[in-house]
Nanobody, 121 residues
Framework: QVQLAESGGGLVQPGGSLRLSCAAS????????MGWYRQVPGKQRELVAA???????NYAGSVKGRFTISRDNAKNTVYLQMNSLKSEDTAVYYC???????????????WGQGTLVTVSS
């Protein structure tokens, strides 16, 4: 069984910073892409940032220059450093692992349970 465990959400004032972490555990051989998505009530889940196993990154336009995604392949962990937070960043943030190859040889895509980030004064 493979799962993702997120941490680091919480309440922060506008202009502040938070760091999210997501660790994958279980029968993992490799993970192609890890990323962060977010969702607010009534809206579709949207990509925030993603990073390949080789380190290539992709960001939503609304977070470029403020958020930084990184990963530790040895630990199967992805991080999201969020700076200069705005009220519109308030959402549930979900970790995603895409084309995760299990030790059994299959490929799966899995999601974390989500962590709430609230930006408010």
């Amino acid at each position: 069984q493979v799962q993702l465990a997120e941490s680091g959400g919480g309440l922060v004032q506008p202009g502040g910073s938070l760091r999210l972490s997501c660790a994958a555990s279980g029968s993992i051989f490799s993970i192609n892409t890890m990323g962060w998505y977010r969702q607010v009530p009534g809206k579709q889940r949207e990509l925030v940032a993603a990073i390949s196993s080789g380190g290539s990154t992709n960001y939503a336009g609304s977070v470029k220059g403020r958020f930084t995604i990184s990963r530790d392949n040895a630990k199967n962990t992805v991080y999201l450093q969020m700076n200069s937070l705005k009220s519109e960043d308030t959402a549930v943030y979900y970790c995603n692992a895409e084309r995760l190859r299990t030790t059994a040889g299959g490929y799966i895509t899995i999601w974390g349970q989500g962590t709430l980030v609230t930006v408010s004064s």
